[in-house]
């Protein structure tokens, strides 16, 4: 499973 | 944060700058396409709904409340303030040609089922794909005005940028995001032929006309 992505780039 | 995701915001400001600039002091939106303004506030509505949620850093925060208020200003000064000069008979590229497909590709590929997440992916996959109303206006009207060119060409940068960004991310941070890195290659792909009419035409003086 893919982990939860932290968005961090605009 | 490294090099190449700076200077690529900073290309991304640029040209959202550049062409603010080229509205207010042409008072005209003539050549420019209204619908990928649109599709670029959407874009930024649906991946920044975080701003209040998810606090990354100041700088972080500070970016997405300009893009986000001046890709809204933006559409606001196309279809308003100078409507008049908005040449919506060569800005027919039919947007449910691009919004639905991405959506329903966000709701197949994505991280996470969840709102949030599956609205990131689409605003991932509409940015890809955001521009094709501008180039395709370009493409009927033959030609664009040099500063229009020089926004099309930050904007380009931008996301090439990206591109580096994510190579040192992946080698550096072991941070890979397969939808993101995907989606800036064919975003970045899609501007290569205006790369090449951009070196050879505009960077030698002459206006940019696409060959009849």
Known sequence: TDEKFEHDEL | MNAFRLVGDLCHLAAIVLLLLK???????????GKSQILFGLVFVTRYLDLVTNFVSPYNTIMKVFFLSSSIATVYLIYTKFKA????????FRMEFLLIPCALLAIVVNHEFSPMEILWTFSIYLEAVA??????????????????SHYLFALGS?????????????????NFDVIAVVAGIVQTVLYCDFFYLYITKVLQGKKLQLPA
């Open chain 2, 23 to 33: 509205i207010w002091k042409s008072r005209s939106v003539a050549g420019l396409s």
């Open chain 2, 85 to 92: 000069t908005y040449d919506g008979n060569h800005d027919t």
């Open chain 2, 131 to 148: 521009i094709l109303p501008q180039l395709f206006m370009i493409s009927k009207t033959g030609e664009a005005e040099t500063i229009t």
């Open chain 2, 158 to 174: 931008y996301r090439g940028l990206y591109i580096m960004n994510w190579l040192y991310r992946y080698y550096y941070e072991n």
